[in-house]
């Protein structure tokens, strides 16, 4: 078994305001171009195939085309499952009769216990869920954490191992230790949603969905694919690409690159420099560029004397400020919801928080994050 | 050939705020049942399956699950075209699949060229369009209305008929001199919306969508179906239900009625008998009720005491005013845009418009409803 593991396309996403669907389309088609290549055997889209629950009409219909020439063209089989971006109902019209060549589109928890069979292995697809899916499902209302919920959701799978079998999990959450960037959505309940990567251990693979830096977890057998462009100022130096999974023998990972049709870059230089023909023909200047200039002084219309030569600009920073200090770029911290709470309640009643009255806050936490 | 003919199902429709979702699930779970009973070859269903462009997750749920059970369960052929309600594109994702197992949706004006042939008769699927397609397809600026477009996209159908085969066209638009109801999207200008009836003559039957009184048009070899529900007080005393259509000698027409689950209805009492259970035990309190008031007191609390007893009403009005006169029920006028705009350019210059000036208006208020 050798398959092309991705995830994260976020069709629809937008970029400081710059509609990005020609850039993914770019880069969706030089998935399918490493496909052919490489010669998988099928393609795994490990969630958040769209940005909104409800994407426009534009995204759509690139996700249907791409999955027209995928599946009923090309004929590579695709095992995709939905991530917290999606809406697992809208995603799912139709999906019945996918199934009749070889594209799996998961989106029910309850249906992730029933592996699909192909070749020597077996493929677990695991659709994001809060925990209130895995608790109304085994009937358990202890299960209150995604660990918690993972921790059940496996042993079951177990029981469908079939030992003379490889067996691959798609799935979409946040692995304990993984780093994140700054374009994934900004939520964390003190590690509530967390799930160690021990726990992932029965399988021969995880292809996982969520993260959108490929190297944001280093587990022998589980790797995020991460977002197939960048999606942030903060993901400048990622590499983005897919996994080239191979089973044969044993596990063998190999990471393919993708050429951004714009990639994110940054440019230090005057206002003068700018505009001079023999600074800027030497840079791509149709690229995503978050620029620092050099200058002090005001300059009147300068946004729109720069969009005539640069398209894409993210975003325009002075290094030097009228006081001589260096403007430093702020940085976008993780918030921990429980912790803003905590300090908000020490400040308030200038007590603390007693074992009763954190384990309501973190409960409390748990169902806005499922609610939302 | 036999097959059943139904259309304007606007799945997620409200009425007076009601959710209609139950009452349609059940309306469209007894055409399935009459489907079974009067054995047809196919189903057909004349565009508008949803309400909105953009339907809610539980009408994307129901209209899912409707074809699974019959496409995929019950094995029935599926002939559905989109509507003017319906988003094309976010309908037709997913339609390459469905056609493997004879569910054909079609909601590109191109494709309605290529008949779908099936057994002995050949389908022509022409979803709901604007002038502007057919101007565009056929390279032609002269094509302003719908009859024009229809003039030139019947001639085109004409060439693909096979005159060994019988020819069935299913579409959705205004059959010119059909009566209208008032659940029906308002807008009209001068006619121009309007087809011929006789330019349906080549058509051995025209399974029509848009009006919802099925008694809309009576030409011999074309009906509207008319929506399975009441979605108005207008469509009171309309039945609903769907045609029964059978090209095997002739035509034969039958129509088949659907009892509502919840019917509309109207009433005249006093508050002193709607609250009496020997008046309110002998009708149907879970209908729709459109209550007329004999009283002419102030009664406090009135909805509120009214509601427990009857859930669904959609009205109230004082039959005896305090002037004695008896309240008129507002009438829904069908108001002619562009006799509104030649009235207010008429009030605000004091002159005519001219043949140019109407010839401009015209034009703009088809623009208008092409980019709605």
Redesign the interface.
Known sequence: MRFLHTADWHIGKKLQGYDLLKEQQYALAEILTIAKKENVDAIVIAGDLYDRS?PA?EA??L??DLM?EWN?KEKFPIFAISGNHD?S??L???????S??N?FLQTRFEDAFEPIEFKETQFFLLPYFEPISARLYFEDDGIRTVQQAMERVISKMQEAFDPEKKQVLISHFFVAGSTKSDSETKIEVGGLDAVPGELLAPFDYVALGHLHHQGALRQENARYSGSPIKFSLSEINQKKGVWIVDLAEGLSLDFQEITPLYDIEEVTASFKELLDPEFYQAIHTENYLQIYLKDRAIIPNMMNQLRKIYPRILGIERVNGRNETKIKRKKIEMKDPKKLAENFFTEMVEEQLTDRQEQWLEETLQELIETE
Do not use: E
Request: glycine share 4%; no cysteine; charged share 15%.
């Open positions: 409800v009409v759509i219909k996700y249907n027209i009923l809406s109902i809208r799912s019209a139709g999906s019945d009769w996918f009749h060549t594209y």
